[in-house]
């Protein structure tokens, strides 16, 4: 048993082994590169949430008293670049993913640490490029750049913007490449794939569709610029072309998107689960291999954005089918999250009501994706608030929770500082409250039929309005649960409590070294000899019938 | 000079090693992975342009037959050879390296390299053919619109002109054209990148840096090369070879 000591930080660590602004800018360390991304998404997030203000707030009143409809276009194309492209998809990946993958798997970096920092500037660029097109008037498409409003009629940056895109994919594709060639080549001695903590699992799958659907969207964003520039005609029905197929390839990434959003939430969900209720995830083989289903049948579902679209009726169906197809590994992860919470040992920490909070709404978004993906239910549901509510519930009730519950939960191996347990709780809390008030009423002024991306509704529908303002109310609340994180992680790289190697005694590789870590992870590279998430050892453990139970044993 | 590389270096930490690896095998292995992997990307991203490309074919293909017959085979057809020539002297490179003879391996990659520049030599003579006839599709060069001379039915063939297949339009001839340069002009792209991780290469190797017991990069670099080989022998057939069987061909 190890004796209590007061615990310092060591005192060289990735942190302070080097100083000065060059040896961060031109670091190859992963953890670096990790908190470079911390600091560009935080930036992004703050970006794209103050779109969702200006949103929230026109909708308060039925009339477009704040914005005009064009001013509003532009408000919701922004928001949605800015979430999806610039925070969403980096966001698990490029901070925790690049900060863990090795440590996880007892690397000493990613394979190639200097595509890794190329990977970052290049998201930079990509950023700073669509910021300059934010700020000399914006984009007002959609994030969607449906043709021929893109290419032809909208006087907006679409160039600019597509290219600031396009810049960025190449920073996800990098990341991905990276993942994939680390985890199948660099993991230490013993670490066979089925003793890999689920977090590696989910970034694997996250990595293929990273590396096979990110060039798609980039040769599509390409092709709308030179149709907008040079007038070729590829999407342009008076040429020949065809304004669906622009569709085609557009969803042909973005549905694989969401997925590149989720499956890192749901690799966080299992350890932030596991740890917390200190058992073994229950299911580990049908979980793993769940993300990689997840990320095949990923890829065949695009057309279910396309219902109303004049696709054909039997590809419909097909699309239909597969949709209904992909719910079910997600389903299965749930299902095995709950068994492993049941009979176990939960421990209300921050990073556990996150968890928590991932699952329900997590289900609700995706049971509701349900109705989306039955060809009846989505003729009357597209394009209206139910739509908007739905990929919220999973990108924020999911997505975002599942991000905030893991930056908690390695946030003392990060920073080496413990946040305040206290605010923890309280702001999970205020955040859950305040997200539900904002998309729940969503859902319904959808059904009741409130088109998506209008900024003014009929007056003589009160429902509508208290609904909008139920959602806006919300919005406020999940603004101010949001910005208290902000706050005390901020504080407590200063003045939080100092934390040891392992302050939550857990057994993943990741704790097995200090807090924060040495540049190179670990001192003497480590030797794996157990199961991820072994919380009773073997000698404890008792075959029951044909499965392994966890009981202590008398010995 | 000696055939060979004298090794320097302790077998045990090679100079090369990157401080993240625990040693030369994995740095390989982890290299080449990573070079299969982006090759991966590529694919997806030409894959996009090969849709359009069989979509439109597939709605237009009198369009496809008439732009087609009119670009050069015997120009295409020599860049074929020379590219596949020069994914041979790529393989010879590597293999010259593997055994340590860096002089052949160097005239190898320079070999390479200047197929490179030989097949883009007279990519550039096509694309020169093609702002002649005034074949440059949409506004890609303000002021030099899309606007071919098309042949009268029965005109004898002029390799300046357009000759219709009949149910022919030129606006969809000039989609084909649209196809054609964005699919060659990013072949070319990706091939001037070659050539200038082959000239890199070079450099490299006659500094000494190759040997038996260190080649990757250079493999690594064929693995790229004959990447953009493969995508040109597709690009070959689906562009110049449409149709050659039916009128208004010229012979």
């Known amino acids: 048993m190890e004796e209590f000591e007061i615990p310092k930080p060591p005192r060289v660590n990735y942190l302070n082994a080097e100083h000065g602004i060059k040896s961060w800018l031109l670091t190859k360390d992963h953890k670096r590169i990790a908190v470079l991304y911390l600091g560009g998404i935080s930036f992004f997030f703050f970006i794209g949430s103050l779109y969702a203000m200006a949103i929230r707030l026109e909708l308060l009143t039925p009339q477009g008293d704040l914005v005009q409809s064009s001013t509003y276009n532009k408000m919701f194309t922004q928001h949605g670049i800015i979430m999806v492209f610039f925070f969403l998809i980096p966001s698990i990946p490029a901070t925790l993913g690049n900060f863990l993958v090795p440590m996880m798997i007892g690397a000493k970096d990613l394979a190639f640490p200097r595509i890794n920092l190329l990977s970052w500037y290049i998201y930079i660029v990509g950023g700073a490029v669509t910021i300059y097109a934010l700020l000399a008037g914006g984009v007002d498409t959609g994030w969607t750049f449906y043709v021929p409003y893109s290419t032809t009629f909208s006087n907006s940056y679409v160039v600019i913007t597509g290219v600031g895109i396009f810049i960025s994919g190449f920073s996800s594709i990098l990341t991905g490449l990276n993942f994939i060639v680390t985890i199948h080549t660099m993991r230490a001695p013993g670490m066979t794939w089925y003793r890999l903590p689920l977090f590696i699992w989910s970034h694997y799958a996250t990595s293929l569709i990273m590396i096979l659907g990110t060039p798609v969207i980039a040769i599509t964003l390409l092709l709308v610029a030179f149709e907008r520039l040079a007038h070729i005609g590829i999407f342009d029905p008076a040429a020949g072309g065809d304004p669906v197929l622009f569709q085609h390839l557009f969803w042909f990434y973005s549905h694989p998107a969401v997925y590149i959003m989720v499956l890192p939430a749901m690799g966080v969900v299992s350890e932030l689960i596991a740890n917390f209720s200190r058992k073994n995830i229950f299911g580990y083989k049908f979980v793993a291999f769940s993300s990689l289903a997840i990320a095949v049948l990923g890829f065949l579902v695009w057309g279910h954005h396309m219902f109303v679209a004049s696709q054909s009726v039997y590809a419909g169906m097909i699309f239909s089918f597969l949709s209904f197809a992909v719910a079910i590994p997600s389903a299965i992860k749930v299902f095995n999250w709950t068994a492993t919470l049941y009979k176990s040992s939960i421990s209300y920490d921050t990073p556990m009501l996150y968890a928590l909070g991932f699952i329900g709404l997590f289900t609700i978004g995706g049971m509701t994706g349900l109705f989306l993906a039955s060809l009846a239910t989505d003729v009357h549901l597209s394009d209206t608030y139910f739509i908007v509510a739905h990929f919220h519930y999973i990108m924020v009730g999911g997505t975002l929770l599942a991000y905030l519950g893991g930056l908690h939960y390695w946030w003392p191996k990060i920073s080496g500082r413990m946040y305040p347990e206290g605010w923890g709780r309280f702001s999970a809390l205020i955040i859950f409250v305040g997200f539900n008030l904002t998309f729940s009423p969503q859902f319904v002024l959808g059904y009741m039929g409130m088109p998506r991306r209008y900024h003014t509704y009929p007056a003589d529908l009160v429902s509508w309005q208290v609904l909008h303002v139920l959602s806006t109310a919300g919005a406020s609340i999940l603004g101010v649960g949001l910005l208290i994180p902000l706050v005390y992680l901020a504080w407590s790289l200063r003045y939080g409590r100092i934390a040891e190697s392992n302050p939550w005694h857990l057994p993943g590789l990741e704790w097995q070294t200090s807090s924060p870590p040495p540049t190179e992870n670990f001192i003497t590279t480590p030797i794996v000899t157990q199961e991820a998430y072994e919380f009773v050892s073997p000698e404890h453990k008792q075959i029951v019938g044909r499965f392994e139970r966890e009981r202590p044993v008398e010995i | ?251």
């Open chain 2, 1 to 251: 000079m000696p055939e060979g590389l004298a090794t320097t270096h302790d077998a045990a930490t090679h100079s090369a090693l990157q401080h993240h690896f625990e040693n030369m095998e994995q740095q390989r292995e982890a290299g080449t992975l990573g070079m299969w992997v982006f090759l991966v990307t590529e694919i997806m991203f030409f894959g996009g342009m090969f849709l359009a490309y069989t979509l439109y074919r597939y709605k237009y293909p009198e369009a496809f037959a008439t732009a087609s017959n009119h670009l050069d085979i015997r120009l295409g057809a020599v860049n074929t050879v020379v590219l596949i020539f020069s994914s041979f002297t790529m393989a010879m490179a590597v293999f010259y390296t593997q055994l340590g003879k860096r002089r052949n391996s160097i005239v190898c990659l320079v070999m390479t390299i200047v197929l490179g520049l030989t097949f883009l030599g007279i990519k550039a003579v096509e694309y020169r053919d093609k702002y002649v006839d005034n074949l440059i599709p949409g506004q890609l060069i303000p002021g030099h619109p899309f606007h071919p001379e098309v042949a009268k039915p029965g005109e004898e063939a002029n390799q300046h002109k357009l000759h219709l297949v009949p149910g022919a339009t030129v606006r969809n001839v000039e989609l084909f054209f649209w196809i054609y340069f964005a699919m060659t002009g990013m072949h070319a792209l990706h091939m001037i990148i070659g050539v200038g991780l082959l000239t890199v290469m070079t450099i490299l190797a006659v500094r000494g840096r190759f040997g038996p017991e260190y080649h990757s990069p250079i493999e690594i670099s064929g693995l790229y090369w004959h990447f953009v080989d493969i995508v040109w022998i597709f690009l070959f057939p689906l562009l110049y070879l449409l149709g050659r069987h039916l009128e208004g061909h010229m012979g």
